[in-house]
């Protein structure tokens, strides 16, 4: 149990791609599972581990440190024994450290492709369409095709899907979320297209992905 309730790699995996709204619902997924199974007993140690889980993994992973975010996040105030006061600190956390990622899209020198890339990452659960992310940045979206695939070296459809698949490969780690909730989860409301569209990137199915044992090394090569 301890080591269930201390791993929060999926977590901070999303956090550290910028997937804020994917990383917020499995917290409350695993927020609402650990109080289903221990009660409230263990809660405060969810939430602490939690906190410091994402400031070592984006220290490790991108060598950066955000001590100033994980500090403050030390000082918030929560009822242990309140789900809604369990869920509003977690959220809090989490988007923390969203808030500080700039490095996210610090390789991109264009301002409107930066604020593109954000977007499409924040909100990689959604259905992101071109439409939406041009008028977002305020471009035309002939001109704003072009500049995305000069700076990303994909179009912005491939870039998006990309990012999903990416996305589902954390979800598919986690052993809570089915198939077709990782689907959905990622912004897929065809579960047949996101399989195809997973085998076509990542090799093999999301099913063969989910139950093979070393899926962590994946994750690292292909991420």
Request: hydrophobic fraction near 35%; glycine fraction near 4%.
């Amino acid at each position: 149990m301890e080591k269930n309730i201390l791993n929060h790699l999926h977590i901070c995996s999303l956090v550290y791609c910028g997937n804020t709204n994917l990383a917020l619902k499995l917290f409350d997924k695993n927020l609402k599972y650990l109080i289903d199974t221990t009660g409230f007993e263990h809660c405060d140690i969810f939430i602490s581990s939690l906190n410091f889980s994402i400031y070592n993994y984006i220290l490790v992973k991108g060598g950066i440190s955000l001590h100033k975010c994980c500090f403050k996040n030390t000082k918030e105030d929560f009822d242990r024994y309140n789900l809604s006061s369990l869920l509003l600190t977690g959220h809090k956390i989490i988007n923390s450290y969203s808030y500080c990622k700039d490095y996210l899209g610090e390789k991109y020198p264009h301002p409107e492709i930066r604020k593109a890339i954000y977007y499409i990452h924040k909100h990689i659960d959604e259905n992101i369409s071109l439409n939406d992310i041009c008028s977002i940045v305020n471009m035309n979206k002939t001109y704003f095709c072009r500049v995305f695939k000069n700076y990303t070296n994909c179009t912005f459809s491939e870039y998006v899907n990309l990012r999903k698949i990416t996305a589902a490969k954390h979800l598919l780690l986690d052993p809570q979320f089915s198939l077709v909730e990782v689907s959905l989860c990622c912004g897929f409301n065809n579960y047949s297209y996101f399989c195809r569209l997973f085998k076509k990137v990542i090799g093999i199915t999301p099913l063969e992905y989910k139950n093979m044992k070393n899926k962590t090394k994946i994750l690292d090569i292909k991420n």
